[in-house]
C-alpha cells in the first residue's frame, strides 16, 4: 500500500459566510446540530482508511483548533493523527498567499512524511467520498495530478473552476470561473466543476509549488495557478465523482455535494436534513460522520397542557442532546446541544446554534441564531423584513442572522 498524506486547506478568511465566521475559521461553523463543517472531510478520510491528516489553519484558528485536539484524537500507537499547523511564516513574513503557497510554506511536513502521495482537499464542503477509490483511479491512469469534479448546472458554473475532459479522462482545458462556462459534451445544460478536492504525486505536487512560488505575478491558487498551467504539460486526469460509491448510500445520495460556502446556500443545506426522507442521510452507521461526543442529557420535551396551548414538541426537525423544549413549538429547524425553547414559543424553518435560549411568546421564522444569544419574551423576529435589516444581517434570500454572542433587546 502506498503511504499517503493528506493535507486540509483550513485557513481562508470566509468572509460569504459573515457574520457567522466573525469569531472562527469557516471550516469550524457549526453544522447539521452537532457536526463542524470541516468534520465531513475528516469523516471522509478517516473512514476511507487515511489516517495521516494534517489541517492548514490559518484565520480566527482557535474554535477549530480546539475542536481537533477535542474530537480528532487518533491512535498516535499506529501513526495515525489529524494535527493543526497554524501558519508558520516559514517562507518569510506573510501569512499564505492562496491555496498553493499555504502547501508552498509547509513543504517540511512533506520532508518529515515521505508520501507517495498527497491529497490536497479543502475543509468546507458537506459530502461523503471514499478517497481511496480516487486513489486507485490516480494510479491506474499513471496520474501527475487527479482533479475530483462533479456536473453542476451551467449557470453556476462561472462560481467554479470549469474542466473540459476528453474520452479517457484526461483534462484538456482548465478555466478558473468563467463568465461563459462550456457546457459537457452532450449535456448543453450542465459543465463540470473541479470540487477544489486533489490528489499529486509527490514529486509533482513539491516541483509546482516551488515552481508557483517563484513567480511574483502568480495568485498563488491551486486553480488559477498550478491546474491551469500543469494540464498542459503532464498527465491530468479528472475522477467523476458521481461514480464514488460509498456503503449503505442510497442512489440519490450518490453525487452529493454543497460548496456551504455563503449562508443561502448554508442555510438551504441544513434545511434539506429535515426533510422527511432527505438526500444526505447523516444516519448512514456503515459511513458515520464524526465529531466531538458531549456528555449531555438525552433532549427533552416537556408540557402537555393543550387546553392552553403549552406543548413542548418538535416537528420534521433536527434536535441535538441537552436541549429542552419546554411548552414552546419548533417546526422544520435544527436545534444544536443546550437549545431551550419555552412556553408559547414557535420556531419554524430555524438553525439555532449552542446554548441558545427562546424566550416566552417568541416568534422566529426563518433564521439563524448563533451561540450563545438569548433572545426576549415576546420577540419577533423573520416576520418584518424592514424591521430584522434595520436590527440585523439579513441574506439576500431573506434570512436573519444574529451573531454569536448577541445582545437582543
Known amino acids: 500500500m502506498s503511504k499517503v ?29 452537532r457536526y463542524r463543517i470541516i468534520d465531513f472531510v475528516l469523516s471522509n478520510f478517516a473512514n476511507s482508511g487515511v489516517y495521516r491528516m494534517k489541517v492548514l489553519t490559518q ?26 499547523v ?11 498567499k492562496g491555496s498553493a503557497d499555504a502547501i508552498y510554506q509547509n513543504l517540511n511536513i512533506i520532508t518529515d512524511e515521505e508520501p507517495d502521495h498527497i491529497f490536497v482537499f479543502g475543509a468546507d464542503h458537506v459530502y461523503r467520498m471514499d478517497t481511496r477509490q480516487m486513489l486507485d483511479f490516480h494510479c491506474a491512469k499513471k496520474a501527475a495530478c487527479t482533479v475530483a469534479a462533479i456536473p453542476v448546472p451551467i449557470e453556476q458554473g462561472r462560481e467554479f473552476g470549469i474542466i473540459d475532459v476528453g474520452p479517457d479522462g484526461r483534462m484538456l482545458q482548465f478555466l478558473e470561473k468563467p463568465k461563459n462556462p462550456p457546457p459537457m459534451p452532450g449535456n448543453p445544460k450542465m459543465c463540470l466543476a473541479s470540487m477544489g478536492n486533489y490528489l499529486f504525486d509527490t514529486d509533482v505536487l513539491v516541483q509546482e509549488v516551488v515552481r508557483d512560488a517563484a513567480n511574483e505575478a502568480s495568485a498563488h491558487d491551486f486553480g488559477k495557478s498550478i491546474i491551469s498551467e500543469l494540464y498542459k504539460s503532464a498527465p491530468v486526469y479528472v475522477y467523476d465523482f458521481a461514480q464514488n460509491e460509498i456503503p449503505g448510500q442510497e442512489a440519490k445520495e450518490r453525487g452529493y455535494w454543497r460548496d456551504v460556502g455563503n449562508i443561502d446556500v448554508f442555510y438551504e443545506s441544513n434545511m434539506e436534513l429535515v426533510q422527511v426522507d432527505p438526500v444526505f442521510n447523516l444516519y448512514n452507521d456503515r459511513w458515520p460522520i464524526h465529531t466531538q461526543p458531549n456528555n449531555y442529557p438525552p433532549a427533552k420535551f416537556v408540557f402537555a397542557d393543550k387546553e392552553h396551548e403549552r406543548v413542548g414538541h418538535a416537528t420534521d426537525s433536527l434536535v441535538a442532546e441537552g436541549c429542552i423544549i419546554s411548552g414552546g413549538h419548533v417546526h422544520r429547524s435544527v436545534l444544536s446541544p443546550k ?14 446554534f449552542e446554548n441558545v435560549t427562546i424566550g416566552r411568546r417568541c416568534r422566529i421564522r426563518r433564521a439563524i441564531i448563533d451561540k450563545n444569544v438569548e433572545i426576549p419574551p415576546g420577540m419577533t423576529i423573520g416576520y418584518d423584513p424592514v424591521e430584522d435589516k434595520r436590527r440585523f444581517h439579513v441574506t439576500p ?10 445582545k437582543v433587546t
Not at 397 to 406: D, R, S
Open 5 to 33: 498524506l493528506a493535507m486540509i486547506l483550513a485557513g481562508g478568511a470566509g468572509t460569504r459566510l459573515e457574520p457567522l465566521t466573525r469569531e472562527r475559521a469557516k471550516p469550524a461553523v457549526p453544522f447539521g446540530g
Open 59 to 84: 484565520y480566527k484558528s482557535d474554535s477549530l483548533n480546539n475542536h481537533l485536539s477535542r474530537a480528532w484524537r487518533m491512535t498516535a500507537f499506529l501513526g495515525h493523527y489529524v494535527e493543526p
Open 86 to 96: 497554524p501558519a508558520q511564516m516559514r517562507t518569510g513574513l506573510d501569512w499564505y
Open 339 to 352: 437549545v431551550r425553547v419555552n412556553s408559547y414559543s414557535e420556531v419554524e424553518d430555524c438553525i439555532l
Open 397 to 406: 434570500a431573506g434570512v436573519v442572522v444574529i451573531p454569536k454572542g448577541m
